[in-house]
């Protein structure tokens, strides 16, 4: 859960970022989310899941 947390307030600071200076627009954004949800919910939801924690466990793994 607190991966997940993470990732949404890590992408919703990215997609503000590109909308205050990249130029994206507000129904840009708004066909991410709805992809977001779409893919979520398809069979390939929990591969993406997986790997979002793999590359959190990898990071956290990392001595900066």
Known sequence: MIVSLSAVVMLAALVW???????LRLWHAAVCVFLG??????SVGPYIEQAG?????F??????
Do not use: C, K
Request: hydrophobic share 55%.
């Open 17 to 23: 970022g590109l909308w205050r200076f990249a130029g």
């Open 37 to 42: 949800f779409y893919l979520a919910s398809s």
């Open 59 to 64: 990071l956290s793994g990392l001595d900066f």
């Open 53 to 57: 924690q793999a590359v959190a466990s």
